[in-house]
């Protein structure tokens, strides 16, 4: 059985669990009290209570899988792989509900320890490269979707770039890698933001649409509708598309007009690219 001191300190992190439970600003300081608070067990447990104990935490982790209770699971894993550190599966696991419930600097630490061993990983240095994006840790992210985008050839890879360049603000290279998605022969269905809160599109249809909206942005709308136009072509039902063309037409009909920047040299020669393409019979 857990001494007096384990069982009071089980029942603070249970406590504690709870009121986290949907607050993830306080997700983060409760992993790091719970990961103190394995360390203080640790110390007062008997090789017998280890043992049990041990089992103990496998069986409520494995219920909590069950029950999908990610918060209580990632109590029970912390108690399992302090025993065990070694044990990668569970390393493994820890990582992905750490990333998975937005504990994100755990998660990756983690991710990127297991993937230095195990580079072919490909689920896991996905989840990684998604909570760099997040984090801000770009060139990191970057790299590996290169890398799984080049082993896999997968197109959500690419969409996946290029929201990257989107975020660090490289028009250039965003609309780089909108073509690369749009030039190849395959293609696939990501999720799209829609009234309902999330869509699944055609991958095609999305970079379209994502090109039609930077242009939007840039205050070209001839050649935002185009590509919005364009989108609905691929996919009809494009809700996005829909109501941006909508939104459009509005607009011209009101006399308004999106307000106008400077753009800069490197723009101005994506669009002049564009428009040779567009003459030339591409797209």
């Known amino acids: 059985m857990l001494g007096v001191k384990s069982s009071l300190m089980v029942r603070s992190l249970l406590k504690e669990l709870y009121v986290c439970r949907n607050q993830s600003a306080r997700m983060q300081k409760f992993i790091s009290f719970v990961m103190v608070a394995v360390t203080l067990t640790a110390c007062t ?103 799984l985008y080049e082993k896999n050839h997968n197109l959500v890879y690419l969409f996946q770039l290029a929201k990257i360049e989107s975020n ?14 749009l030039a190849d022969s395959g293609t696939t269905l990501v999720e799209f933001p829609s009234v309902q809160g999330a869509q699944m599109v055609d991958i095609k249809a999305a970079a379209y649409y994502l090109k039609g909206q930077l242009y939007f942005n840039m205050g070209n709308t001839n050649v935002a509708t185009e590509y919005i136009k364009k989108a609905l072509a691929v996919s009809p039902d494009f809700q996005a598309a829909q109501i941006g063309v ?12 999106q307000p106008q920047r400077q753009l800069s040299k490197a723009e101005l020669d994506q669009l002049q690219y564009e428009q040779y393409l567009r003459q030339q019979g591409g797209r």
């Open 246 to 257: 909508q939104q459009i037409k509005e607009m011209s009909q009101s006399g308004g007009a």
């Open 168 to 181: 660090r603000n490289a028009p250039e290279a965003y609309l780089q890698r909108l073509d690369q998605i």
């Open 45 to 147: 447990s008997t090789s017998e209570e280890h043992g049990n104990n041990g089992n103990r935490h496998l069986s409520v982790y494995k219920q909590a899988v069950k029950a999908k209770d990610d918060y209580t699971a990632i109590v029970a894993l912390n108690y399992i792989l302090d025993r065990d550190s070694s044990n990668t599966e569970y390393t493994d696991s820890l990582a992905r509900l750490y990333m998975r419930n937005g504990v994100f600097e755990a998660g990756i630490k983690l991710g990127e320890k297991l993937l230095n061993d195990q580079p072919n990983n490909d689920v896991l240095m996905e989840m990684v490269a998604e909570s760099q994006g997040i984090t801000g840790d770009y060139t990191n992210a970057v790299k590996k979707y290169n890398k």
